[in-house]
Nanobody, 121 residues
Framework: VQLQASGGGLVQAGGSLRLSCAAS????????IDWFRQAPGKDREAISC????????YYADSVKGRFTIFRDNAKNTVFLQMNSLNPEDTAVYYC???????????????WGQGTQVTVSS
C-alpha cells in the first residue's frame, strides 16, 4: 500500500498549486483521504478530507473557500486545488488514507511522504 503525494513547490502569494495523492496497492477502497499540513514549530493540522463512499468533504476554516478537494476515480488519485495562497499556508503537506471520515490523524492508517509548499510574500 502506497500513497504518493506530489505537486508542492514555491509560489508567490495569491498563486495556486494543485497537490496530488496517488494511491496504489489497496485491496479495498479506502473510505477517506485527508490532507494534513505541518508548519515549522506547529502541530499537524487537518485541512481537508474527502469521503469516498458519500463524497462528503471537509475543510478547515483556514482554507475554506480557497481550497478544493476532489477525486479522479480513474487515476485513483485525490487532488487538493489550492488557490489564493498566502504565506501562512507554507508547510509540509501530507495525505493520509483510512476507514473513517475524520480529522484525527491517529485514525489514518496510511500516509504519503509529504510535499513542501512554500508561499512567498
Amino acid at each position: 500500500v502506497q500513497l504518493q503525494a506530489s505537486g508542492g513547490g514555491l509560489v508567490q502569494a495569491g498563486g495556486s498549486l494543485r497537490l496530488s495523492c496517488a494511491a496504489s496497492g489497496f485491496t479495498a477502497d479506502y473510505n477517506a483521504i485527508d490532507w494534513f499540513r505541518q508548519a515549522p514549530g506547529k502541530d499537524r493540522e487537518a485541512i481537508s478530507c474527502f469521503g469516498s463512499s458519500n463524497r462528503n468533504t471537509y475543510y478547515a476554516d483556514s482554507v475554506k473557500g480557497r481550497f478544493t478537494i476532489f477525486r479522479d476515480n480513474a487515476k485513483n488519485t485525490v487532488f487538493l486545488q489550492m488557490n489564493s495562497l498566502n504565506p501562512e499556508d507554507t508547510a509540509v503537506y501530507y495525505c493520509a488514507a483510512g476507514n473513517r471520515f475524520t480529522v484525527v490523524a491517529a485514525h489514518y492508517d496510511y500516509w504519503g511522504q509529504g510535499t513542501q509548499v512554500t508561499v512567498s510574500s
